[in-house]
């Protein structure tokens, strides 16, 4: 079952067990997949890959606002944030831990031939579309430049 489909099947048992949080975290990452789906040159068609990339795109929209919410005092609004965020979390792969981030960039760092801090591009390259869904950007950028500079 691909991942749409999951979704859709999960927004159904939401509904019956009446879980707003979840019901309408799904809701918004089916809305997301659709226009997705429909948009130019997409062909009726969205592939496992670009759903990830959707829902770690919602992920991270939902705990920005989060942090937004908590500057202002807003908990509530915050905690509901971080709720959906979590449910979305669900069905992206396991992020890796930040040792494991570390063993994986060490191992592309010497398969591009990077020696310092210029050349981070080319590490970052790699990483990012490597590490897709795994790992957040900035993670992956912290940690690219801590070993580039030792």
Do not use: W
């Amino acid at each position: 079952m691909n991942l749409f489909d999951q979704v859709s099947e999960d927004i159904k048992k939401a509904m019956l067990a009446r879980d707003k949080v979840r019901l309408e975290a799904l809701r918004g990452a089916k809305k997301e997949f659709l226009e997705a789906k429909t948009a130019k040159g997409a062909n009726g068609e969205l592939s496992d890959d670009n759903a990830m990339k959707i829902i770690v795109k919602m992920v991270k929209q939902r705990k920005e606002s989060a942090r937004i919410y908590e500057e202002n005092n807003r908990k509530e609004l915050a905690d509901n944030e971080l709720a959906e965020a979590a449910v979305l979390e669900e069905y992206l792969p396991k992020q890796l831990s930040a040792d494991e981030l570390a063993t994986e960039l060490k191992a592309i760092i010497a398969e591009v031939g990077a020696v310092g801090p210029r050349d981070m591009g080319k590490v970052m390259g790699v990483a990012s579309k490597r590490l897709a869904g795994r790992a957040e950007g900035r993670a992956i950028s912290e940690a690219v430049k801590n070993l580039l500079n030792q």
